[in-house]
């Protein structure tokens, strides 16, 4: 991550460094945030937000879940993303945009505090690595079940939700792997720590049914990318030993775009190298962000 000039800050652009809070924060001891993570991608021409209104739909949803109430419209909120890219002079940049719940009561009930909303852009590498990217992962099964439905809201970005995925990917990452895959609390595949998965067999592909996980935009993209070139496409549950026979696997993420998956557990995926499937939904994909396919696309918000 590379710091840019300003933030967005409660409506006024603050310089980075002044963007603080207080340490009684609510969401600083209890996680009471919500937050998305968005691209802005750029070809040689022109720099295009990727489904930046769809991003802040599923903002609005998940602060409507976590009873957070938004003191500014979606509308204004798009602009200022707009108008902090150009502030910040960026191009091809991550954009996080975090509503939390402020200080006053440090009880569980945040009574009256006062909601404060961020937005941050900044220059970020892909979530797990360029060579992750262009050869794959290790991934392992983290011993950490994935958040229960009716304990954790999985089609909101709590803040405090990922606790779950950061005890997971630092348990992965101590055991040497690049990525921790969680299994739900009935033992099914579920997701990364932020990324949905899919798999392929028999040149079919397979993800997880959104009942129990995030419902990822890059996932929805993946999927439309799939049956435009007539790849057949199912939302079905499936077991950690599905995975390991799978020819090809791969994770979809906005920060980890489409990664594949070279190892998991320790078995080779395939003949561990990226499938050709997973090459074409990667190209298709790139080609679609950074508006070389389709510049009219209703996906691309244009800067
Ligand atoms: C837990 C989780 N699953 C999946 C995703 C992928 O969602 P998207 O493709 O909308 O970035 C994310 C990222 O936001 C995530 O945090």
């Keep these: 991550m590379k710091k840019s000039k300003y933030i967005w800050y409660n409506g006024k652009f603050v310089l980075w460094d002044k963007a603080t809070t207080h340490v009684l924060s609510h969401g600083l001891h209890y996680g009471s945030g919500i937050f998305e993570g968005i691209r802005a991608y750029s070809n040689k021409k022109d720099t295009y937000i990727f489904r930046l ?7 609005f949803n998940s602060a409507k879940v976590a009873l957070i109430k938004i003191p500014y ?7 200022a993303t707009i108008s902090l890219i150009k502030k910040n002079k960026l191009k091809d940049c991550y954009i996080r945009p975090l509503a939390f719940i402020g200080d006053g009561s440090i009880g569980i009930n945040p009574a009256n505090n006062k909601i404060n909303v ?26 950490f079940a994935r958040m229960g439905v009716n304990s954790f809201m999985t089609k909101s970005k709590i803040s405090g939700n990922y606790i779950n995925s950061v005890f ?3 348990e992965a990452l101590n055991a040497g792997y690049d990525e921790a895959l969680m299994l739900d609390s009935d033992g099914y ?5 932020g990324e949905n998965i899919f798999i392929v067999r028999n040149n079919k592909i397979k993800t997880t049914p959104i009942t129990t996980v995030l419902e990822g935009l890059t996932r929805d993209c993946v999927i439309n990318i799939a049956k435009q070139n007539n790849i057949h496409v199912v939302e079905q549950k499936f077991t950690r030993d599905e995975l390991y026979i799978a020819d090809e696997v791969f994770l979809t993420g906005t920060a980890a775009e489409i990664t594949p998956v070279r190892e998991i557990d320790d078995r080779k995926i395939g003949n561990g190298l990226p499938g050709k499937i997973t090459k ?9 962000v950074k508006g070389i396919s389709e510049p009219k696309s209703k996906y691309l918000k244009k800067i």
Excluded: C, M, P
């Design 189 to 193: 595949v579920s997701e990364g720590t």
């Design 53 to 59: 209104e769809d991003h802040y739909l599923r903002f």
């Design 280 to 288: 074409l939904i990667q190209k298709s994909y790139k080609e679609l």
């Design 118 to 143: 961020i937005i941050a852009a900044f220059k970020w590498g892909t979530y797990l690595g360029d060579e992750g990217v262009q050869k794959g992962i290790r991934a392992k099964i983290s011993s």
């Design 168 to 170: 997971a990917k630092r």
């Design 73 to 79: 419209s979606q509308k204004t909120l798009e602009n």
